[in-house]
């Protein structure tokens, strides 16, 4: 059974970038039913006591007619835990250190980065996500489609923006890229950092 913590901060904790009532209902009610299904996709099934990223990174534990439900279902749960995580409020609003260093040889400097990141989160058609990954070690931008994560293609995540409707519809209504643009101001790099050491 997978449970659904609280998040580390209150709802009203991401505005006005994102509003109390788009988190109240992404966390509560999106996210928590993905967790709800999950639970149901695996139930019965001797599966091992593991974390949610293990268990989609070897999907092969699954047998075939479950594996689907699993993917749409663990990987809403999981992607959103990386998505809360990375916004947390207060950290570097921008990225230091070796993180810095990595994204300014990778992409040219975080101005370049920025623009690549919203281009991956506005190209993205229809729901899904895009991401920050090491994939072989090696820094990339890349894109999923509903709730594919790269998490079952080997990658860690360092940093995802959710781009489904629900994530910004309320305020934002058609305009992602202005979601896009403002969500910048909630990345906590401190996280992103930690999260690229323990990844190395
Ligand atoms: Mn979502």
Do not use: C
């Given at each position: 059974?997978?449970?659904?913590?609280?998040?580390?901060?209150?709802?009203?904790?991401?505005?006005?970038v994102i509003d109390q009532k788009t988190v109240e209902v992404h966390h509560g009610?999106?996210?928590?039913?993905?967790?709800?299904?999950?639970?149901?996709?695996?139930?019965?099934?001797?599966?091992?006591?593991?974390?949610?990223?293990?268990?989609?990174?070897?999907?092969?534990?699954?047998?075939?007619?479950?594996?689907?439900?699993?993917?749409?279902?663990?990987?809403?749960?999981?992607?959103?835990?990386?998505?809360?995580?990375?916004?947390?409020?207060?950290?570097?609003?921008?990225?230091?250190?070796?993180?810095?260093?990595?994204?300014?040889?990778?992409?040219?400097?975080?101005?370049?980065?920025?623009?690549?990141?919203?281009?991956?989160?506005?190209?993205?058609?229809?729901?899904?996500?895009?991401?920050?990954?090491?994939?072989?070690?090696?820094?990339?931008?890349?894109?999923?489609?509903?709730?594919?994560?790269?998490?079952?293609?080997?990658?860690?995540?360092?940093?995802?923006?959710?781009?489904?409707?629900?994530?910004?519809?309320?305020?934002?209504?058609?305009?992602?890229?202005?979601?896009?643009?403002?969500?910048?101001?909630?990345?906590?790099?401190?996280?992103?950092?930690?999260?690229?050491?323990?990844?190395?």
């Amino acid at each position: 059974m997978y449970k659904l913590d609280a998040l580390q901060y209150p709802y009203d904790a991401l505005e006005p970038v994102i509003d109390q009532k788009t988190v109240e209902v992404h966390h509560g009610k999106h996210h928590q039913t993905y967790v709800n299904n999950l639970n149901k996709a695996i139930e019965g099934l001797d599966l091992k006591e593991q974390t949610i990223e293990e268990l989609l990174r070897d999907l092969s534990q699954v047998p075939d007619e479950r594996r689907q439900a699993v993917i749409n279902h663990g990987g809403g749960h999981y992607n959103h835990l990386v998505y809360w995580a990375t916004m947390t409020p207060g950290g570097a609003k921008e990225p230091q250190g070796e993180l810095a260093k990595a994204i300014d040889e990778t992409f040219g400097g975080f101005e370049k980065f920025k623009e690549a990141f919203e281009k991956a989160g506005a190209g993205q058609f229809g729901s899904g996500w895009a991401w920050l990954v090491l994939d072989k070690g090696e820094m990339k931008i890349v894109q999923s489609s509903n709730q594919d994560s790269p998490v079952s293609k080997g990658m860690i995540p360092l940093l995802v923006n959710d781009v489904w409707e629900h994530a910004y519809y309320l305020k934002y209504q058609n305009r992602r890229a202005d979601y896009l643009k403002e969500w910048w101001g909630l990345v906590n790099w401190d996280i992103v950092a930690d999260r690229y050491a323990k990844a190395k």
